[in-house]
């Protein structure tokens, strides 16, 4: 039975390729190479693993290769169907009229990704028993990728599972749907009742402790049917262990937000599952965009413009439009160069291009203005291009701009930040996590030394200023004031009361603390008194007026 | 050179000459404002939503007092660089570049009597 499947898997596998071969299509047919291969690397170390943990990831990562492998066929079979009705000369079906304008691509980004759990009470205190594990891993999919983040291990210990991956698609339209899926598998044998004939089985289940015996009730039932899900293909019939959907919710532009923001989980689970987790029902990540039209020029060349206030005088200047704004440099050079630009004329939503002059004098063809409302008052620049042409593809890079940032929208307010993920260590030997709450004692605590004291322990050298929560209970104050000099440096991460008493997850929308070493930007801390913005790390509407001296 | 609408005073040349402190040149006052700071606690415009570049303070004595800058000027040009649609740093840069020994600002001022009310109701 087992050589059967193989033989049809392999058959599939053939067609798979022969399809990209006959699509000549080189780059899809690369990718579909290499997760083929992967694949075959991950079933033959999944066959020679020996530890339930080698497995597990083994697994993921087949998994992963499986569902890649489908997304990029699916992709195939479309771009398969376009040519052929191209060639038959009529439209494919699901595009209408060539739209006028399409909007810009731009990189969408999610990082500091963390799903709250919530035990119940008796679970967590009584820890009786010996400690279930899980082992869960996130898959991103945008458009034909697929991403993962990498593998975690769960126990009740943990009060919120949180991954470090910082996750980058390239290739997004502003009608991206993100579509996130949690999925999660007992590190335990929990198929170590699926060999055996069905009598035994339900004697020994009946003979376990009433929950135990449920799950392996569940997993017996589902042992032959697959655990089908969206993404993923049904695992090939390799004993190992079984991963299942626990939660899923997708992601769109209106969830993008330059810091942290809670969503919705959809629970796909249920307790009978053998991989059930008490999920609280939200993630907290931060989904970042950048647009290509904020990061990349999309127009430059020689203008004149007319310096504001002085009517007769022309500066010859070199534009580059980017972003949301224009800047008139004095040389070419300068814009490569980091030099200061002679005018900075700001586009945006409000602004108004008009081709031609307002009070066209003679010999001063070729000009756009650009106007722009401050308060009351309406600035008004003019640019003179060299030609007819020059000005329409001027007026044609502006249209486009414009019509980005209505597609893009909060996007296109000021540039998001977004770091290049590092590349992902190959996981290591899977150590348990511990938490926090473990190494506390459940007594409330008064003694803010004690508490101090486990979190130096904990942070270890990170800890170099006090906290900034120390603040809410001495007089001095830690956070930085609005008013001082401009150069204050940002605060550490840690940046959340600490819990008394019973111990809980954390607030929902605070930041998540820290583990890795690495620099990243920093969200405002909650008393919007933050330190002095630097480049384009932006946080929403701007709350503070700083003062500087020169 | 005729007033911009809103102020009732025609646009000031404002020539800074800097003093040098030990490593530092100082021009003697501070500003505040920006595009990326919050006009509505800008105590010394007209329009809470002027994002514009204003003084803030100016040091008895110093540079600018003698050269005739005034606290709650805007400043809209330094050496022909606009500052109309900058970020605070930006502002601070253009203003404290090291090569430059002369500032020549661009700035324009409310009539006394709007600025000292403005200053007292804020």
Request: hydrophobic fraction near 35%.
């Amino acid at each position: 039975m087992q050589d059967r499947l193989h033989i049809l898997e392999d058959l599939n596998m053939l067609y798979i390729r022969q399809m990209a071969l006959s699509l000549e299509d080189t780059e899809l047919q690369r990718k579909l190479d290499h997760e083929i291969r992967m694949r075959e690397g991950a079933c033959k170390l999944l066959a020679a693993c020996s530890q339930r943990e080698q497995a597990l990831e083994a697994t993921k990562s087949l998994l992963v290769c499986n569902s890649r492998i489908l997304s990029y066929m699916g992709e195939l079979q479309r771009r398969k169907e376009a040519q052929v009705l191209e060639k038959t000369g009529r439209r494919p079906s699901d595009s209408g009229p060539p739209a006028e304008r399409s909007p810009c691509r731009g990189r969408v980004c999610i990082s500091d990704l963390r799903i709250p759990l919530m035990w119940k009470d008796t679970e967590y205190f009584k820890n009786k028993g010996d400690l279930h594990r899980w082992a869960v891993f996130l898959l991103l999919q945008l458009g034909e990728h697929i991403q993962d983040t990498e593998m975690i291990l769960v126990d009740r210990t943990l009060t919120d599972i949180s991954f470090q991956s910082n996750v980058l698609f390239t290739e997004a339209g502003p009608d991206f749907e993100l579509r996130l899926e949690l999925y999660g598998a007992c590190v335990e044998e929990e198929g170590a009742l699926t060999g055996a004939p069905k009598r035994l089985a339900t004697k020994l289940s009946s003979s376990l402790g009433r929950s135990s015996g449920r799950r392996a009730r569940a997993s017996l039932d589902s042992a032959g049917g697959s655990g089908s899900s969206p993404i993923l293909l049904p695992t090939p019939a390799v004993g190992g262990p079984r991963y299942h959907l626990l939660a899923h919710t997708t992601l769109t532009l209106a969830a993008v937000q330059d810091g942290f923001r809670t969503h919705d989980l959809t629970l796909a689970s249920h307790e009978e599952n053998p991989a059930w987790l008490p999920l609280y029902g939200s993630v907290c990540c931060r989904l970042a965009a950048q647009p290509l039209c904020m990061t990349q020029p999309t127009a430059s060349g020689t203008l004149r413009v007319q310096q504001a206030g002085e009517m007769q005088n022309w500066a010859r200047v070199h534009g580059v439009l980017k972003g949301t704004n224009l800047f008139c440099y004095r040389r070419p050079e300068d814009a490569n160069t980091g030099e200061e630009p002679l005018i900075t004329i700001a586009i945006n939503k409000e602004t108004r291009v008009r081709a031609g002059e307002l009070d066209q004098a003679q010999g001063r063809p070729f000009t756009l203005s650009i106007s722009n409302q401050y308060g009351d008052d309406e600035v008004t620049h003019t640019l003179q291009t060299e030609s007819r042409e020059a000005l329409q593809s001027w007026m044609e890079a502006l249209w486009q701009l414009f019509f980005d940032m209505s597609q893009w929208k909060q996007c296109c307010d000021e540039i998001m930040k977004i770091e290049t993920p590092t590349p992902r260590k190959p996981p290591q030997a899977l150590a348990k996590q511990g938490s926090l709450y473990h190494e506390m004692a459940i007594e409330p605590l008064d003694d803010i030394a004690a508490v101090t004291d486990i979190l130096t322990q904990r942070e270890g050298s990170r800890l170099e200023t006090p906290p900034p929560w120390l603040a809410m209970f001495t007089d001095q104050p830690a956070l930085p004031n609005p008013c001082s000099a401009a150069s204050v440096a940002p605060t550490p991460a840690w940046t959340q009361p600490l819990p008394w008493g019973r111990p809980r997850t954390f607030s929902l929308d605070a930041i998540p603390p820290v583990h890795s070493p690495r620099a990243r930007s920093v969200a405002p801390l909650p008393p919007q008194r933050s330190p002095r913005t630097r480049g384009f790390c932006s946080k929403g509407q701007p709350r503070t007026w700083l003062q500087s001296p020169v | 050179p005729t007033p911009l609408p809103g102020q009732d005073v025609a646009p000031q040349r404002v020539e800074i000459h800097k003093l040098r402190q030990g490593e530092n040149l100082i021009l003697g006052f501070s500003i505040g404002g920006g595009i990326d700071q919050d006009p509505s606690q800008n105590p010394f415009s007209e329009d809470k939503t002027d994002k514009g570049i204003y003084v803030t303070r100016v040091s008895e004595g110093g540079p600018a007092e003698i050269a005739g800058l005034q606290i709650g000027d805007k400043i809209m040009q330094v050496n022909g660089w606009d500052m109309t649609m900058v970020t605070h740093d930006q502002a601070r840069k253009r203003l404290t570049k090291r090569s430059e020994e002369v500032v020549r600002l661009l700035v324009t001022r409310q009539s006394l009597q709007k600025a000292v009310q403005q200053s007292m109701l804020s």
